[in-house]
């Protein structure tokens, strides 16, 4: 038996379609190639002034840096942004232990290296590793000083992206003396609704 196959011509629609076609499937094709040779040609640049000073500054504070350790035990929750229910059944206590290594800097100011694990307001693990900078304020002569900055870590938490890390800046604060302070970090509102942020994370920080 044999089968014919009949050729249908192309309509015009179609013949008009071809040539757009054509030059999207260019476009795409020399913008993939652009993204792509974009970074290459100035890679050495880049890793050099990026990643190399990066490595290089963070390889200097742990070097020079005093070791610290880092004692947690406050979760507190904004009362105004959780309700009564919620905050029953959140954990306040974020009971934790973390170690790091901070350099007081030429300009007087403090940055740190740190690892940190605590428990969190569902009572899991949560894992935090970052850098942090304070602006270092002496109050008067009586050997106490306040520090304002932020920090910004890689955090792993079961309730967020599976347990992959994922980055977060937050700020902070500090008050005691150069070798230990009780610290303050602020989660703010993410948005509008009630039981979502707002949450005042307080810890000290000795250095040995």
Same mark, same amino acid.
């Not at 792509?36 to 390889?59: C, F, G, I, R």
């Not at 002496?138 to 955090?155: F, H, N, Q, R």
């Not at 977060?168 to 989660?187: N, R």
């Given at each position: 038996?044999?089968?014919?196959?009949?050729?249908?011509? /192309?309509?015009?629609?179609?013949?008009?379609?071809?040539?757009?076609?054509?030059?999207?499937?260019?476009?795409? %094709?020399?913008?993939?190639?652009?993204?792509?040779?974009? *970074?290459? /040609?100035?890679?050495?640049?880049?890793?050099?002034?990026?990643?190399?000073?990066?490595?290089?500054?963070?390889?200097? #504070?742990?070097?020079?840096?005093?070791?610290?350790?880092?004692?947690?035990?406050? /979760?507190?929750?904004?009362?105004?942004?959780?309700?009564?229910?919620?905050?029953?059944?959140? @954990?306040?206590?974020?009971?934790?232990?973390?170690?790091?290594?901070?350099?007081?800097?030429?300009?007087? @100011?403090?940055?740190?290296?740190?690892? %940190?694990?605590?428990?969190?307001?569902?009572?899991?693990?949560?894992?935090?590793?970052?850098?942090?900078?304070?602006?270092? %304020?002496? #109050?008067?002569?009586?050997?106490?000083?306040?520090?304002?900055?932020?920090? /910004?870590?890689?955090?792993? !938490?079961?309730?967020?992206?599976?347990?992959?890390?994922? *980055?977060?800046?937050?700020?902070?604060?500090?008050?005691?003396?150069?070798?230990?302070? #009780?610290? %303050?970090?602020?989660?703010? !509102?993410?948005?509008?609704?009630?039981?979502?942020?707002?949450?005042?994370? #307080?810890?000290?920080?000795?250095?040995?």
């Amino acid at each position: 038996m044999t089968t014919t196959t009949s050729l249908r011509p /192309a309509t015009a629609s179609e013949l008009r379609a071809a040539p757009a076609r054509r030059t999207l499937r260019c476009a795409a %094709f020399v913008a993939a190639a652009t993204l792509a040779l974009v *970074p290459a /040609a100035h890679a050495e640049d880049n890793q050099y002034s990026l990643w190399q000073q990066t490595k290089d500054h963070a390889a200097h #504070i742990w070097d020079q840096g005093d070791s610290a350790i880092y004692l947690s035990g406050v /979760a507190h929750h904004g009362r105004s942004t959780y309700t009564p229910q919620k905050l029953d059944e959140l @954990n306040e206590h974020a009971w934790g232990l973390g170690y790091g290594k901070t350099l007081r800097n030429d300009s007087g @100011n403090d940055e740190s290296l740190y690892g %940190f694990v605590i428990k969190d307001s569902h009572r899991h693990p949560q894992y935090m590793a970052g850098y942090a900078y304070e602006w270092v %304020f002496p #109050i008067a002569k009586s050997g106490l000083e306040v520090g304002l900055g932020g920090t /910004a870590m890689l955090m792993s !938490r079961q309730d967020y992206f599976h347990s992959v890390p994922f *980055p977060v800046p937050l700020p902070l604060a500090s008050i005691g003396t150069q070798k230990g302070k #009780i610290m %303050f970090a602020y989660v703010p !509102r993410l948005s509008s609704n009630k039981n979502n942020g707002d949450v005042l994370l #307080i810890f000290g920080r000795i250095e040995m």
